[in-house]
């Protein structure tokens, strides 16, 4: 795969398994990610597994969009991936969040790659009204992995 367009990481004082946990847990990343409010499983399987689909449901503002991810990777307390499409159909990005352990803990590194077409560019940006994609999920990242910490460390 190509370099992400975008990837932020941090140092978590606590056990790979629990950040992965974590990561994985749809209902609870609200109190965590920047972006993403919730999401749920859909479909049979409601596990982290490959195959695996879930529904997130975004916020920038005022705007508000889901998608449906279908997971690609899910290795516990060592990967967690998933590629993101709307309406169903139409590639929007691909999301990775890689854990490796640490002295005291552990490094999580998360990743994107935007996979839009121009079609989905113009859209995405009327839908979330972000014009700069990767730089919003530079920043974005680096506020969901504070937020991850700070769930992580509470215990």
């Known amino acids: 795969m ?5 990837s932020a990481s941090i140092e978590i004082d606590a ?21 993403c409010e919730r999401a749920r499983w859909i479909g049979e399987v409601r596990s982290a597994r490959r195959g695996a689909r879930f529904r997130g449901s975004n916020r920038n ?18 990967s967690f ?3 993101v499409r709307a309406g169903g159909m139409l590639d ?3 999301w990775r969040f890689d854990i490796t352990p640490g002295e005291t803990g552990c490094v999580v590194e998360q990743k994107t790659w ?19 994609r990767a730089a919003h999920n ?4 680096r506020r969901s992995l504070e937020g991850l910490k700070r769930v992580a460390e509470s215990g």
């Open 2 to 6: 190509s370099e992400p367009s975008a």
């Open 15 to 35: 056990p790979p398994e629990r950040v992965y946990e974590l990561v994985t847990d749809l209902e609870g990343m609200g109190a965590w990610n920047a972006e």
């Open 61 to 78: 503002g005022s705007r508000r969009w889901s998608t449906v991810c279908t997971v690609t990777a899910a290795e516990p307390g060592r």
């Open 81 to 83: 991936a998933y590629h």
């Open 92 to 94: 929007i990005a691909v």
């Open 114 to 132: 935007d996979t839009r077409g121009r079609f989905m560019l113009v859209v995405g940006r009327l839908a979330t009204n972000v014009a700069d």
């Open 138 to 141: 530079a920043a974005n990242m």
